[in-house]
């Protein structure tokens, strides 16, 4: 009797770490298909953890005018939208508004022209409806539809929710009858109108997150909706992520009589003054003489490939000790083609486990280092010489996810660079842990601690009802 099969849409490499480097599928008993777009060096590196029955490469996907023209209009539509019912500006900062190109300003000016005109919930699902009928337009429905027809899933499953080629890959098994199913990645993609396909179930991280999925996309079903869990903390109960003490140590040139403080970096966009915020802790660690008792770990952000870091680090070589993620990067070093190893899953957790705190600019690291009562500080102030004079923590502590938060006690907040030893190495203003686990609680929820057991157990009660 031919098994089942289950047809896994990686359409990039961000989801790996959590799906397949998880038990997510391991206990699945059906014929796991991979459709991808990943080198075989990849593919070798996932079968360490997963074994894959079969893998299929994703035709070249090619986004037609039609498709992009809806698709961003769909975007600032809701995101005006979204502010309208949140009040919250910051939402309009997932917009870019600067375009060199005369086609590109053009372009975009008479998408924000028309996009101030679809105030009503009921006209944005008009455009969401005509988006999926542009899908079908496209030669890679027609290619997606072929392929879907000869594997004859029955299921198929994304690891997350924004990639362009998933939404067609989704019309096309929906136009089959395959039902579908795909995860929320990140807490921050519901507001920021992220939701790029149309699936039949999705997956969330906690009841604050289908309240979001409730709130901004009213017209998804109550029953195609099921709080799992995410996998990607679920990593930090197990113990044999936790590399042995004196392997870690020694492996980042770490002494084992000094306290560690983790600055955790942001890409650039995101937090475009890091190298300043590392060197203000240095040179404040270094003033006060604690030298000798302190240690920096700098772990940076995977995708940030700039050299932006080489000066602070190497003036503070002694001081500053460098994690660097253990991530595969193709040549081409595009997101699509980036993702964490299995070595980086213990790595980071290992980070956590030994540091004594971590630093960084409204990371959702806090919630890592919270899993071993670990505090994380917010760095809360501007550089004086800001590299865009456009960012600001100010804008960054404003965006929607961090309402999530109950009070401001679930971190520390560095409100200026004179506080860094108070607030770094003394604490200064931390109570206790109970503020964070209860943010903790509140967006990564408890299901997390079986999050691959849930997603695993709902996936076989989906391809079963079907």
Known sequence: MKKEKLLLLFPDGVGIRNYLYSN?????????????NFDLETIKEIGKNTVIDEDISIPEYKESKKEKFLRELICLS??????????????????NRNHKAISKKVFYKFIEFLALRFKKYSSILKLEKKYQEALRENDFYKEVKSILKEVQP?????????????????????????????????????????????????????????????????????????????????????????????FFYRNYNLDQNKKIICFSGDDVKTSPDDPDYLKDIAQEIVSAGLQDQYQILFRRCPVDFSGRYYKVVEEFRDLIKEAPPLWYFSKSKEWSAVYPTID?????VSTAFYSDIVVNVGSTMAFDFGKFDKPCVFINYD????????WSVNTIYQFQHFRSMPNPNAVIWLNSREEIIDKIIYKKGWKSMESLKQWSN??????????SKNISELLKKLIKKE
């Open 154 to 246: 029955s299921l198929l499953f994304c690891s997350h929710q924004r990639a362009l080629k998933a939404a067609t890959i989704f019309r096309a098994a929906a136009d089959l009858g395959i039902p579908t199913a795909t995860v929320i990645y990140s807490w921050d993609n519901l507001p920021k109108a992220r939701l790029a396909l149309q699936a039949d179930n999705y997956f969330l991280w906690s009841e604050h997150m289908k309240k979001e999925l409730n709130f901004f996309y009213p017209e998804i079903q109550e029953e195609n909706i099921h709080v799992t869990g995410t996998p990607q903390f679920e990593f930090y109960n197990q113990e044999e992520n936790i590399l042995e003490r004196d």
């Open 78 to 95: 809701r995101l005006y939208y979204n502010n309208s019912i949140v009040n919250n500006p910051t939402l309009l900062t997932n917009w």
């Open 383 to 390: 550089q004086n010489n800001k590299k865009n004079e456009n």
């Open 344 to 348: 980086d899953v213990k790595l980071l």
């Open 442 to 451: 509140e967006v990564i929820g408890s299901e997390h601690v079986r999050a």
């Open 24 to 36: 997510t599928f391991q206990d699945l008993d059906k014929d796991l298909v991979l459709f991808h």
